[in-house]
């Protein structure tokens, strides 16, 4: 079966880093995505990785290992508007989106 | 431009009601999703469209119908609700395959 592993909640401080995990398993692979969900609202896309390495886009960085079935999602220098739900989504051979179930990441001042 | 919108933002059902929820989209994308998103799991995708007049069944598709009879808009049919149905219900829309996905803002339903 297809299914996209990633931990429940995870507690990070203003202003520090915080390394947000996903593991998958696949009937194939097209790119794995990362979407931002704040509460009540709608995920939005924030990066999309198809080839092995490192991605940055401002204070967020997505990493991907293939052989590995491994992406992470850095979040730098952390604000309170961070604090969200964050989405792993891995496109497989059908070019379906597999979600995981999301982490909930909680900043504290 | 709009992008993704859907009607209604919420609604409250009985137990054997039907109802349609209505996507739309403006970015005259080829594909569109209905999702539904419960507490403590991913989205799962319902139904889902690659082009004008075509639909094709996701993972979670009993007890939904859709149809596409106009490249913007998608629209998800509950013929019979069941309590089981309570969610929130997002649509999405594609550019293209191997693309991002834009989501509208949600429908939340309850079903009693």
């Given amino acids: 079966g297809q299914n996209i592993d990633q931990p429940t909640e995870m507690t990070a401080t203003e202003g520090a880093i915080v390394q947000i995990n ?88 | 431009n709009a992008g993704v919108t859907q009607t209604p933002k919420f609604r409250v059902l009985k137990t054997g009601q039907s109802m349609t929820l209505l996507c739309a989209q403006d970015m005259n994308h080829e594909y569109m999703y209905w ?25 979670v598709p009993d007890g939904y119908n859709v149809s596409r009879l106009k490249k913007q808009n998608f629209l998800l049919g509950l013929e019979s609700a069941a309590p089981s149905q309570t969610s929130v219900y997002f649509c999405a829309s594609q550019p293209k395959e191997q693309e991002t996905q834009y989501f509208g803002p949600g429908t939340r339903l309850l079903v009693l």
């Fill in chain 1, 22 to 109: 996903c593991t998958y398993q696949t009937s194939g692979f097209n790119g794995l995505f990362w979407y931002q969900q704040h509460a009540g609202e709608a995920p939005t896309f924030l990066s999309y990785n198809v080839l092995d390495g490192l991605e940055e886009k401002g204070r967020f960085s997505s990493f991907l290992s293939r052989s590995k079935g491994y992406s992470y999602l850095l979040l730098k220098e952390l604000q309170m508007k961070d604090s969200a739900s964050y989405l792993c989504a891995v496109m497989d051979s059908n070019y379906q989106l597999i979600w995981g179930a999301g982490t909930k990441l909680i900043i504290k001042p």
């Fill in chain 2, 35 to 59: 999702y539904r998103q419960d507490p403590g799991m991913g989205l799962r995708l319902i139904h889902y469209s690659v082009g004008e007049g075509t639909t094709a069944k996701g993972e």
